[in-house]
């Protein structure tokens, strides 16, 4: 009877000690995840913030930089002529502050042709042609000797030789074009052209210039107003001052 009543205590202990084990490790174990997610989303904080940071002060050297270049624009005296407000201020970053108030640029011829358009303007004495296809830089070239044959397009077709129905260059351009072939054929055919004999608003920029307006088709009047930069983009817009009239070649 007594040693029943020895293994009948002995065993409760062990049933009544059990679940205090149970409970232990539970709490272990608990905390153990407790710990280890605890770990691993403070990491992911930490990192979250790291990046919060650095973002900020990339945006802070990017607003400190444009503020100083758009101060800098701004705080230029010399004011932006009143066709090519709305051009510049699309293009301030390009063009950066103007070098000289507006000019008059006496003559201009413009050209526009199959892949490009191209613009002579006797203040710079050169030819800019623009392409039209984005996958080119404006090209510049600067007068040399002009023929005055070469503004006879009989003659200029007997050199270019352009297919049935398509029109040659004319002028310096295709003085240009027969010289160097290989730098201004893909400009392609021409569409029309209008030589202007009457001053266009003409403005030098640090990085380029502005001028305008020209025609924005055969016998129109609308005009466009037109930037080319140092680095060869170029951009147009339209302006509400009429283009001159085309003057006969």
């Keep these: 009877m007594k040693e029943s009543v020895e293994w009948i205590l002995g065993e409760w202990r062990t049933i009544s000690g059990a679940p205090a ?49 758009a101060g800098a624009v701004s705080g ?9 407000k709305y051009l510049y201020d699309s293009n301030v970053i ?9 000019q008059q640029c006496r003559r201009s ?20 042609a623009l392409p039209t296809d984005g996958k080119r830089k404006v090209i510049e070239a600067k007068d040399t000797d002009w023929e005055a044959k070469s503004y006879t397009e009989g003659y200029v077709r007997k050199i270019l030789n352009p297919p049935e129905g398509k029109s040659p260059p004319t002028g310096g351009l295709a003085r240009l074009w027969e010289r160097n072939p290989e730098t201004w054929a893909w400009i392609g055919w021409r569409d029309w052209h209008c030589p202007i004999n009457t001053s266009i608003d003409y403005q030098d920029f640090e990085n380029g210039f502005l001028v305008g307006p020209l025609p924005i088709g055969p016998n129109r009047t609308e005009g466009r107003v037109f930037m080319v930069t140092r680095d060869g983009d170029w951009d147009t817009r339209k302006t509400e001052k009429p283009a001159p009239p085309c003057s006969a070649i």
């Design 76 to 84: 230029s005296e010399i004011p932006i002529g009143e066709n090519f």
């Design 94 to 102: 390009k063009l950066g502050k103007p070098r000289t108030p507006v």
């Design 109 to 128: 011829y413009q050209s526009v042709h199959e892949n490009a358009i191209v613009i002579w303007l006797e203040c710079r004495s050169a030819h800019f």
């Design 21 to 69: 084990t149970i409970v232990i490790l539970v709490v272990i174990v608990a905390a153990g995840i407790w710990l280890a997610l605890d770990w691993k989303y403070n990491a992911i904080i930490n990192n979250l913030k790291e990046e919060r940071d650095h973002l900020k002060e990339k945006l802070n050297r990017l607003a400190s930089s444009g503020s100083s270049v």
